[in-house]
Every structure is written in C-alpha cells, then in structure tokens.
C-alpha cells in the first residue's frame, strides 16, 4: 500500500509527533492552516469514518480532546476546529482516516464558512520544533 500516513507510522517518512500510543499517532500538518495544526491518525488503516473500528474511532477523539486541551493550556490557541473528511467528493486527500485540529485565535483569517481554510507559509524547521515541544505528550 502506498499510504503517507502508513509510511509515517512505519517511520518510512519523518513527522512532527506530539503523541502516540499502541492505537494513535498525532503529528504536526506539514501544510497547516495555523501553526500547531496537527492530525490524529489511527495506527491501523481504515481509509474513512465508514470502515473505521470504533476502538480506534474512540482513541482517536480521546487523543483530539487531550491535544486540544493542551493547545489551550500551552497558549497555542483560544480555540480549536475539529475537520475531517471522508471520500474525493469531501475533499479527502488522503484516503486513511485522520482528523485535523486547527488552532484558532481570534481574526487569524482561517474561514470555514464553505470557503474552506487557507494555508499558511510554510514553518521553519525551527517554528516546527517549537510548537512540537509545546504540544508533546510523547514519554
């Protein structure tokens, strides 16, 4: 299988983590809307929410909801948007499941009102590293 996601969690490609276990891995967007953007993949190929196992559907929002919390906690953001997408016709680009959590600030320009989200400059090597340490639950 040609999968990015697979190759990241085999660590065939390089990622930013923030968090992994036996079920979940989280990583920083290489292309984000905000800075800290970060996807929650599970660990086992499921290409959308219709064949995602419920475990590892579980896993994933409690893994959302603790990486948020830290967003907050760590100043990264005052809020955060949950998006996922599921098969061409919603714009999946990936087909492995996976769900973004953008950092939201007040007026940061980001639109979700049908005109999708812009992207950011890309971050330097350095802005990547920092955000990864002010999000990191790896042990």
């Known amino acids: 299988m040609d999968c990015v996601f697979c190759k990241i969690i085999n660590n065939e490609l390089p990622a930013y983590k923030v968090y992994e276990d036996d079920f979940v891995l989280a990583f920083l967007d290489i292309n984000p809307a905000a800075l800290g953007h970060t996807l929650v993949i599970p660990k086992k190929h499921f290409e959308n929410i219709f064949d995602i196992d419920e475990t590892y559907f ?6 959302a909801k603790r990486i948020a919390q830290k967003m907050t906690t ?3 953001c005052e809020g955060v ?6 098969g061409k016709a919603a714009e999946q680009t990936v087909p492995h499941f996976h769900l973004h959590l953008i950092p939201r600030r007040p ?3 980001i639109d979700f009102t049908g005109r999708g989200f812009n992207i950011i400059s890309k971050p ?7 955000i990864r340490q002010k999000l990191n ?3």
């Open 74 to 76: 760590e100043g990264v």
């Open 107 to 109: 007026n940061d320009g």
């Open 58 to 63: 579980q896993k994933i929002f409690e893994t």
């Open 81 to 86: 948007n949950l998006y996922q997408a599921n």
């Open 124 to 130: 330097t090597e350095e802005e990547f590293e920092a």
């Open 137 to 139: 639950l790896l042990k």
